[in-house]
């Protein structure tokens, strides 16, 4: 066990369901999660969510990878200073909008609603509330994954895997396979900021999809239920301190 871990990337998806943007650093702060990570989603066909009663929604509610493998082929990029969202493809620009603003939400909305057709069950609907964040999980919470555990099951896939397609915020090098799995309930520091872990993450059908290409061409959780008996991989982790955090940064267990 070794306890001691280098931070390697750092990510956050505006968008659930979009593509990740790498970070050359982040603030955390206490009982939050990255600043614009899962800010937005896209409800599939329904109304229900509040932005002045914000809830957490089963991911299966919203466009998403689990079951929506086409939109890993969208690249997109979010400025914060005027929260508008790009989207691209090979082929360049596809749409572009303010996503706090009723016209670029639309913008955003029509392109989905000819982009995904085949998919969608009524309109799409963008989302918002200001501090909510629409992760999978029900809390505030950073994932970390341990690329060593990734290799560990590409050993298994018998082919490389693409670290991203576990969505993760924090990428760590240097620890023991599933170490970090030993971790709940205990203290560590990221960079200048003191952590908690949470919980092991569960992964689902999402991580079966190429991140490039938008191929479903693994079975990532059926082999990890097939050789360890559990479907999980990387942790959840609560920030107890602030502080920041940056490529290179240790992940130190106190």
């Known amino acids: 066990m ?5 931070v390697t990337g750092l990510y956050r998806y505006p968008v659930k369901g979009l593509s990740p943007e790498p970070l050359p650093e982040a603030a955390l702060e206490k009982g939050e999660t990255l600043a614009w990570d899962r800010a937005f989603a896209i409800e599939n066909g329904s109304a229900d969510f509040d932005p002045a009663n914000p809830k957490h ?3 299966i509610k919203f466009l998403m990878l689990m079951r ?3 939109l890993a082929k969208l690249r ?3 400025d914060t200073a005027t929260t508008t969202l790009d989207i691209s493809d090979a082929s ?5 909008g303010d996503l706090m603003s009723p ?3 639309a913008a955003i909305e029509a392109f989905m609603s000819s982009y995904m057709k085949d998919e969608l069950r009524g309109a799409p609907r963008l989302v918002h509330a200001p501090g909510f964040s629409h992760s999978d999980a029900p809390y505030k919470l950073l994932s970390i994954i341990n690329l060593v555990t990734v290799r560990e099951v590409e050993k298994l896939i018998g082919k490389p895997i693409d670290p991203l397609r576990f969505r993760a915020n924090v990428y760590v090098e240097g620890l023991d396979p599933w170490e970090d799995h030993g971790w709940i309930g205990k203290q560590m520091m990221l960079g200048g900021a003191k952590l908690k872990g ?5 992964r689902c059908a999402a991580t079966n999809v190429d991140p ?6 693994m079975e990532i959780p059926k082999t990890l239920q097939r050789v360890y008996g559990h479907v999980d991989l990387g942790i959840y982790v609560e920030v107890e301190g602030p502080g920041t955090v940056r490529p290179g940064d240790r992940l130190t267990l106190i």
Request: aromatic share 10%.
């Open 103 to 105: 016209e670029g939400r």
């Open 68 to 70: 929506d493998e086409k």
């Open 92 to 96: 360049g620009e596809l749409a572009r």
């Open 57 to 59: 929604f089963p991911k």
């Open 212 to 217: 490039t290409t938008a191929a479903r061409d």
């Open 76 to 78: 997109t990029r979010f």
């Open 198 to 202: 949470f919980h092991k993450i569960p």
């Open 2 to 6: 070794s306890g001691t871990a280098t």
